[in-house]
């Protein structure tokens, strides 16, 4: 097939965005332009962020259901934590324990009672989607923090 048949049923349509940028109001590609660079510098990272919150809370979850231990007093469970984080660039979680003893239940016994390990071995597949679903929030409108009392959307 040539290239000219591949684009045949093309047709042209100018860019019509408009962006309010530093006071002013901008239309057409320079518009779009605007509009990309926020995405880039504010939806984007903040969907981000939010992914890698949801992705703290369901690592905390899994591990806090499948902890092979049996609890005596229930405290090494409750100090499983996700963590979320952001540095250079870099958005994820972790999970971590808060007990002194959590690294005892990690290593020892023949890691028997392991549950970071194998919790971050599930996520490990899973981070992507999840971080990338807190992107698709926010650019969907929905992934704000901000939520109107009036009407209830997110701003």
């Known amino acids: 097939m040539s290239k000219a ?4 049923g093309l047709k042209w349509h100018p860019i019509k965005a408009t962006a309010k940028v530093g006071g002013g109001t901008f239309t057409g590609p320079i518009g779009a332009a605007a509009l990309v660079a926020a995405l880039r510098d504010t939806v ?10 949801q992705l703290a ?3 905390e979850t899994f591990a806090n259901q499948n902890a092979p231990w049996t609890d005596r007093t229930t405290d090494a ?13 870099i958005v994820g979680a972790s999970i971590v324990h808060t007990v002194p003893y959590g690294i005892w239940l990690e290593n020892r016994f023949d890691r028997r009672y392991a549950i970071v390990g194998p ?3 599930v996520f490990a597949g899973l981070a992507a989607r999840i971080i990338a679903g807190g992107v698709r929030a926010a650019l969907e409108g929905k992934g704000s923090k901000v939520r ?5 959307r997110f701003a």
């Open 5 to 8: 048949a591949r684009f045949s």
């Open 44 to 53: 984007i990272p903040d969907g981000m962020a939010a992914g890698a919150v």
């Open 57 to 59: 809370k369901d690592m």
């Open 77 to 89: 469970r409750q100090g499983l934590s996700g963590e979320p984080f952001a540095e250079n660039g």
């Open 119 to 121: 919790t971050q071995a």
């Open 148 to 152: 109107s009392i009036k009407s209830g």
